[in-house]
């Protein structure tokens, strides 16, 4: 009767060991179906130590499969867990990235986010912090 749906919802975050350093791995299904796949670097060799940082991401495995980006403490220099937040005005400069990239030109057909117009955008806008949910 509940199937595979129960069991999706209760599965924790893993192991995974690649080339010689420890990912946890967290899995999950989006609302289409389709498997989604996060892996959070532990930074370390030693698979005792890769054990202990992974009940800090099991901890906020919810949030990341939410969506939400965490920096733990073997990943900064202050040692403490932080979300990292995400500005339009970063979205606006990963979009521009993305399409420079795929070779389209950042001027065509639209207008130049990074310019006199899309300063005034940047100013008012971009320090806002949004969640994609």
């Not at 420079?100 to 300063?119: C, D, E, F």
């Not at 005034?120 to 912090?129: D, E, S, T």
Request: include cysteine; aromatic fraction near 10%.
């Amino acid at each position: 009767m509940y199937g595979t749906t129960l069991r999706k919802e209760l599965a924790m975050a893993t192991l995974k060991n690649r080339r010689g350093s420890w990912y946890a791995r967290v899995l999950w299904y989006d609302n289409t179906g389709r498997k989604k796949e996060k892996q959070v670097p532990l930074r370390t060799k030693s698979k005792v130590t890769a054990r202990e940082r992974l009940v800090a991401v099991s901890r906020l495995e919810c949030d990341i499969k939410d969506g939400i980006e965490f920096s733990f403490p073997w990943m900064n220099d202050g040692g403490n867990s932080k979300i990292i937040h995400f500005t339009v005005g970063d979205a606006i400069d990963e979009w521009l990235i993305r399409r420079i990239k795929n070779g389209i030109r950042p001027k065509t057909g639209m207008v130049n986010l990074r310019g006199p117009g899309g300063n005034r955008f940047g100013k008012g806008y971009g320090k806002k912090q949004f969640w994609v949910i």
